[in-house]
């Protein structure tokens, strides 16, 4: 189940600014707002703006009902004016995935900065992980979704 936390409700702007801090995200290829070289780069208080969700949902790598905080990836993919049919998910230990876009708007997918009140560290599978409404949709409790919970999220390139 998604909840809205209206506290970020920030208008998502379509001028991108630098980041002022360490770099989470790079977001490159079909995109038509950029602050780099081809590609929009983010970092924690620019990925903040965005509106904050909490998804209450089960995971395949964890017992129980999970709290997750963070933004809708589709969000995300409208700030940065991605066009295309696929992104292609990369994490800090070089895993890859294609996931269709039409994912990101047939569900609320989260990318997610927290889980049950504690931020995500690279240590346990932060900073950002995509995480699927598992528990909504009995169709997302199948095995190639779960190849698509990337934790460590550090690249999408929109193709």
Not at 23 to 42: E, P
Not at 49 to 71: K, R
């Amino acid at each position: 189940m998604l909840y809205a936390d209206n506290h970020h409700s920030a208008a998502i702007e379509r001028l991108l600014p630098p980041p002022s801090g360490p770099v989470l995200l790079t977001i490159d290829g079909a995109i038509s707002h950029t602050n780099s070289d081809n590609s929009a780069q983010f970092d924690a208080l620019m990925l903040s703006s965005l509106n904050s969700y909490t998804l209450a949902t089960e995971t395949s790598v964890s017992d129980g009902v999970s709290y997750f905080e963070g933004f809708l990836m589709r969000d995300l993919l409208e700030w940065v004016g991605a066009d295309g049919e696929q992104v292609i998910a990369t994490a800090l230990n070089d895993y890859i995935v294609e996931i269709p876009l039409d994912d990101f708007y047939q569900y609320d997918v989260l990318v997610a900065t927290h889980m049950d009140g504690e931020a995500l560290t690279p240590r346990d599978k932060g900073p950002l992980w995509i995480i699927y409404p598992r528990s909504d949709h009995t169709e997302l409790q199948d095995i190639r979704y779960d190849y698509r919970w990337v934790w460590q999220l550090n690249g999408l390139t929109v193709e």
